[in-house]
């Protein structure tokens, strides 16, 4: 894919990049129900295309609880690893805990959680000790965990435990979030602070989950415009979404001034995606990547959703090939999975011939009270 991969960032040459990975985690990954062998998928293309060489791989600790409880409450975790041994489906009180329907249990599902709270704490780390400029867990980004529940396919919210381990260090952290639907759970952990700013860009629409991230949703307390919500309709392209991209984040950075980056890149957006929803490419959400790393901040790269297995992992290498600076070919190489991505074995996504329902107005409406909410930031 030789468009959007070129840029004039003269820093990327330069930039020390560490790729979280082992074996084991991939293989801890592949067992999560919801997306059954993706991580494998991921990291075998990215491994195809030859890009491991440019980067350091960094294994994973596995999170302890203690690190967990950073942000997760005992009693969660704890319900989690008793349920968790014996893969105990009927516990009565695993319904309070928000796991059963979306958030199923299976045996091993504590270690899952441990695993993606360690990696990303791991990625957060390789930051704080100046030992990489970016840091890449693409098994990472399960946005939409509560500090005592389960929500959304998301056991442990990483994202969070990695805001929480770099403000050790970084006054001000940034997290920006593409997934098709709303970063609640790191909202909500952050919505009483001004040290972290949360922005997500995200479908809302009557019934579609998680129901939250309205316009109007902007933080509470000390933490009162520390909230950017960028509500969408079905259909958006990258063109268009890009434009809204920049304006947005041009602004947050001029008012808020972040010192690191925490960014969550599902996938889920991509045309082709059996959600359905947003019509976009990996180039579009690689322009929006390398917009942010042109900043030159410490940044930490997460995944989050993508249903189509085949074209998330399309679009994680994309973007791993967008902060390399290396332009990939359009022939998917062969390797372990190359039968999944026919019948074209490309690496492009091609836009669905879908309406866009966003209306131009209305989003020149929602960039507008987005900039006059961001002139509150002090």
Partial sequence: MSCGADSDDDSRGKRRVAYVYSPEYIETCDSLSKVPNRASMVHSLIEAYGLLK?????????????????????????????????????????????????????????????????????????????????????????????????????YVNDAVLGILRLREKYERVLYVDVDLHHGDGVEDAFSFTSKVMTVSLHKFS???????????????????WYAVNVPMEDGIKDDRYFQIFTSVMQEVRAQFNPEAIVMQLGADTMAGDPMCSFNMTPVG?????????????????????????????????????????????SEIPDHEFFTEYGP???????????PDRNDSKHLDQVISTIKGNLKNVV
């Avoid at 309070?96 to 695993?115: F, H, K, Q, S, T």
Wanted: net charge negative; with cysteine; hydrophobic share 35%.
């Fill in 54 to 154: 440019h980067m350091s791989t960094v294994k994973p600790k596995v999170a302890t609880i203690e690190e967990m409880a950073k942000f997760h409450t005992d009693s969660y975790l704890e319900h989690l690893h008793k349920i968790s041994q014996d893969g105990d489906n009927d516990d009565p009180q695993s319904a309070d805990y928000g796991l059963g329907y979306d958030c199923p249990v299976v045996e091993g599902i504590y270690d899952y959680a441990a695993a993606v709270g360690g990696a990303t704490l791991t990625g957060a780390q390789c930051l704080i000790d100046q030992k990489c400029d970016v840091s890449i867990n693409w098994a990472g980004g399960w946005h939409h965990a509560k500090k005592d529940e389960a929500s959304g396919f998301c």
């Fill in 206 to 224: 009557p019934g579609f989950f998680p129901g939250t991230g309205d316009l109007s949703d902007t933080g509470l307390g000390k933490g009162r």
């Fill in 285 to 329: 959400v690689g322009k929006c990547l390398q917009y942010v790393l042109g900043w030159q901040l410490p940044t930490l790269l997460l995944g989050g959703g993508g249903y189509n297995l085949a074209n998330t992992a399309r679009c994680w290498t994309y973007l791993t090939a967008v902060v390399l600076g290396k332009t990939l070919s």
């Fill in 344 to 354: 074209d074995y490309s690496l492009e996504i091609s836009p669905s011939c879908r």
